[in-house]
């Protein structure tokens, strides 16, 4: 039995695999939340980006960067590149099938479980395919119940984790929720790590596959490079109480936009020059005001046959002058009077 040793610089691996594991998850639940603010394609392509974050940056890189500080005294170890590249990729897939599962899953809590169970398994498996891709002059064993409380860790934390992704919104809760996922993430490698036994073998062989400094460090620097890259594009982006406030704002302007192309009751038009009243003639008022008076009708004979008018004699007088009958003087009408 050879000495293992997990902390071979230090406290420095430990402390930076828990800085990046805090910043992936960070980046990974503001990820989500922006996801959740939209729809269609632009949703799509941030829960991508949140499964990049947590599972590259926030899992995996911090299982290598904790990688760098395990040691085994008498034997050299290296890494096996396409077991190493694949472990990335398994991190990657299932932590954005878990986040898929459940964005689109309503918030029901069968998706929550089934999301969590699958991404904890997976995260196991990336863990130990990582360790599998180790090469040393060694003999590796792993104590059976040390490895299921390291699963079963992993598929609580990753509940959890995907729990934080559909309740957390305001930055002060992400910090915090990332903060606890990173606490999860680094005890489940660790206590991957701790199931392992490594037996040296007698006669040291040469050992294959790739150095940690010339294979894992550019490949932290590139998913790094990428995270740092997502994070700018989440400060520039609108938060969420933003982009529904635009929506309302849209919405309005809908409303307005339909409401002026309906058609309006126009009231009839006032003439700027009013007609004049025209007004009848004092004579004419009058003679319609007068009421008319019956006429008497000539008495009828008792057999019917009407009575003729008196007609004129011819050369007789009609007027009293002409009858020879004095005319009244003014003077006289006025004695009368």
């Known amino acids: 039995m050879s000495a293992v040793n997990h902390f071979t610089y230090g406290p420095l691996t430990p402390l930076l695999a828990y800085v990046m594991s805090c910043i992936g998850s960070m980046l990974g639940l503001r990820l989500t939340a922006q996801a959740h603010a939209s729809r269609g394609a632009s949703r799509i392509r941030w829960l991508i980006g949140a499964a990049i974050s947590i599972g590259g940056t926030g899992i995996w890189v911090m299982h290598f960067i904790g990688m760098m500080g395990f040691a085994v005294e008498g034997t050299q170890i290296k890494y096996d590149v396409p077991l190493t590249v694949a ?71 990753a509940t959890v984790a995907l729990w934080f992704t559909m309740r957390v919104k305001r930055p002060i809760w992400i910090a915090g929720a990332a903060l606890v996922m990173g606490v999860a993430v680094s005890g489940m490698h660790y206590t991957g790590m701790y199931a392992m036994l490594v037996t040296v073998d007698a006669e040291p062989s040469a050992v294959p596959g790739a150095d940690a400094l010339d294979f894992l460090v550019p490949l932290m620097t590139v998913i790094s490079l990428i995270t740092l890259t997502m994070l700018l594009m989440v400060i520039l982006s609108p938060s969420e109480e933003e982009l529904s406030e635009d929506a309302e704002l849209v919405a309005r302007l809908e409303l307005r936009r339909r409401a002026s192309q309906q058609p309006q009751p126009y009231p009839a038009p006032i003439p700027l020059h009013p007609r004049p009243v025209q007004r009848q003639p004092a004579q004419q008022q009058h003679s319609q005001q007068r009421p008319v008076q019956p006429q008497p009708t000539r008495p009828q004979p008792v057999f019917g046959a009407p009575v003729p008018e008196p007609q004129p004699i011819l050369g007789a007088p009609t007027s009293p002058q002409q009858q020879g009958f004095p005319q009244d003087s003014p003077r006289s009408k006025i004695r009368r009077r």
Do not use: C, E, P, Q
């Open 87 to 157: 472990s990335a990729v398994v991190a990657i897939v299932v932590v954005g099938t878990g986040l898929f599962l459940v964005s689109y899953g309503g918030g029901r809590l069968l998706a929550l479980l089934g999301g969590g169970l699958l991404t904890g398994l997976g995260v196991a498996s990336m863990h130990y395919l990582g360790m599998y891709a180790m090469n040393m002059s060694a003999h590796v064993s792993y104590d059976r119940k040390v490895v299921a409380a390291s699963v079963a860790i992993a598929v609580i934390a």
